[in-house]
């Protein structure tokens, strides 16, 4: 069974990092696309970045792109989302999620994501 738990959300300020960790078992990351998305109240859940397992292709969100960076580390079974140069509107739930499916490119529809973390709340205040 795949299980994705999350860390690393809190309360920043505007123009704060923040880097979060998503930690997988039962499926290894190298075999795996994994992603972000995030969901703050009262909005639709939106894809925010995700990365091949490989690592070779990643893909954002517009309104982050040059602050958010997706990464992961094999050895530790955890996908990362560094996020800089916090916003306001970058405020709400992080969750990860995972695909086994062997896509060459990153995913950014949801549905192609079989499993999910509970998620983690990021605040940033201005």
């Known amino acids: 069974q795949v299980q994705l738990v999350e860390s690393g959300g809190g309360l920043v300020q505007a123009g704060d990092s923040l880097k979060l960790s998503c930690t997988a078992s039962?499926?290894?990351?190298?075999?795996?696309?994994m992603g972000w998305f995030r969901q703050a109240p009262g909005k639709e859940r939106e894809f925010v970045a995700a990365i091949t397992p490989t690592g070779g292709r990643t893909s954002y969100l517009d309104s982050v792109k040059g602050r958010f960076a997706i990464s992961g580390d094999n050895a530790k079974n955890t996908a990362y989302l560094k996020m800089n140069s916090m916003k306001p509107e970058d405020t709400a739930t992080y969750s990860c999620a995972l695909t086994p499916n062997a896509y060459l490119t990153p995913r950014s529809d949801p549905r192609d994501y079989n499993y999910w973390g509970q998620g983690t709340q990021v605040t940033v205040s201005s």
């Open positions: 039962g499926r290894t990351l190298s075999s795996s696309v």
